[in-house]
C-alpha cells in the first residue's frame, strides 16, 4: 500500500473496501466482514474432502509416517510443542507486567523464543511437506479472496468470473494473492492502531461518545473487522488520554503501540501503587520505572533508601505516603 494516509485509511475503511490494481485492471477488494467470513470454512470443508478423496495425507497421517522412517522423532515433535507452549505463556506474561525495565527483559525473551520456534517450525515443515489441511487451507483463502474481489466500487460485480479463475495461471493467482495480503498485512500491523490515533478519528469519537451507530452510521452487526478494529483502537487511546492526572510520556503520544503498552502498564501497576504516594516501593524497580507508572515525582525503594538512609518502620511507611 502507499505512504500511511489517515484520511485515506478512514475513508477506506468507511466504505469497507480497497481500491487495486490487479492483473492491469482496477479493482477493489471488500472488507472481510464475520458474517461472510463462515464461507471461508465452508471452502476449507470442500477442499479437505476433496484432498481425502485423491488420497492426500493429512498431518497427523504424515507426523505419523516421518516418525516411522526416523526423519523426525519424538523427542524433536516435544521441543516444537515446548517451543510453542514457551512462547505463549511469555507473550501472555508480558501483558502483566507493570514496570517498563520488566517488559523490556520479557520482550527481548519473546524475541529470542520466537526465532527458536521459526527455525524448529520451519525444520518440521520441510520434513513434514504438504499435507491436506495446508492444501485445504491455502485452496479455500484463495477462493474467499477471488469471491471478495469486484470490479465496482458499489462491490457488485465480481472482478473474474468463476470460468476466468478456472482458467488463471498460477504464477497469475499467485500475483493477486500476494497483492491482496500486503493490503491485509498492513491494516492488521499498524494502520488500524495509527488510523484510530488520528485527530480525524478522535474528533469523530468524541462526538458519537464511540457508538458504532453513531460512528458509521450501520448496525454494529454489519461492521466489518477493520471497522470494528479502529474503533475500538480509537476509544482506547481516548480512554488514555482522558485522565489529565496521568498522560502519558510526550515522546510516546504519537506511537500507537508503545502507548498501548503504557497503558496496559499503567493498568497493571494500579494494584502496587498508593494513590497517596509520592514514593513507591516495588523491588527490583530503578527510578525510571517508578516515574513511568507513578508519575515524575516518584523515586524508587532503593532511591528513597539511599536518600533517606536507614529509617524504622514507621518512618518507611509515612515515605511512602501511608499515614
Not at 485515506?8 to 492483473?23: D, Q, S, Y
Not at 463462515?38 to 505419523?64: A, M, N, Q
Not at 507508572?293 to 523515586?299: H, K, R, S
Request: aromatic share 10%.
Amino acid at each position: 500500500m502507499d505512504k500511511f494516509n489517515p484520511e485515506k485509511i478512514f475513508a477506506e475503511v468507511v466504505a469497507g473496501r480497497t481500491p487495486v490494481v490487479l492483473a492491469g485492471r482496477s479493482a477493489y477488494f471488500r472488507h472481510l466482514t464475520p458474517f461472510n467470513r463462515g464461507d471461508s470454512s465452508y471452502y476449507y470443508e470442500h477442499f479437505i474432502k476433496r484432498c481425502e478423496s485423491i488420497g492426500v495425507p493429512t498431518h497427523e497421517e504424515r507426523l505419523k509416517k516421518v516418525k516411522q522412517t526416523g526423519e523426525w522423532s519424538d523427542e524433536q515433535e516435544n521441543e516444537y510443542l515446548n517451543a510453542q507452549s514457551y512462547l505463549t505463556n511469555l507473550q501472555k506474561t508480558v501483558k502483566t507486567l507493570p514496570l517498563p525495565s520488566q517488559v523490556a527483559e520479557m520482550k527481548s525473551q519473546i524475541k529470542a523464543a520466537s526465532e527458536k520456534l521459526e527455525q524448529i517450525s520451519s525444520n518440521r515443515h520441510a520434513i513434514i511437506g504438504v499435507t491436506a489441511e495446508q492444501f485445504a487451507d491455502k485452496k479455500s483463502n484463495e477462493k474467499f479472496i477471488f469471491d471478495n474481489i469486484y470490479q465496482d466500487s458499489e462491490c457488485q460485480k465480481k472482478l473474474f468470473a468463476p470460468d476466468e479463475y478456472d482458467e488463471l495461471g498460477i504464477n497469475e493467482i499467485g500475483v493477486i494473492i500476494s497483492a491482496i495480503n500486503s493490503i491485509v498485512a498492513a491494516y492488521a500491523e499498524s494502520y488500524l492502531k495509527k488510523a484510530g490515533l488520528s485527530r480525524l478519528v478522535q474528533d469523530l469519537i468524541s462526538i458519537s461518545d464511540g457508538d458504532a451507530m453513531r460512528f458509521y452510521g450501520v448496525p454494529a452487526i454489519k461492521l466489518t473487522y477493520y471497522q470494528i478494529e479502529l474503533l475500538n483502537y480509537g476509544k482506547w487511546f481516548k480512554h488514555i488520554f482522558s485522565d489529565p492526572k496521568k498522560r502519558p510520556p510526550a515522546h510516546i503520544q504519537d506511537d500507537p503501540d508503545l502507548l498501548i503498552e503504557w497503558s496496559t502498564g499503567q493498568e497493571n501497576a494500579s494494584s502496587i501503587i498508593n494513590s497517596n504516594a509520592q514514593n513507591v516501593a516495588v523491588v527490583g524497580a530503578t527510578d525510571e520505572d517508578i516515574k513511568a507508572i507513578a508519575g515524575e515525582n516518584a523515586v524508587s525503594m532503593d532511591s528513597l533508601i539511599k536518600k533517606k538512609g536507614r529509617m524504622r518502620g514507621a518512618e518507611f511507611a509515612k515515605a511512602l505516603g501511608y499515614k
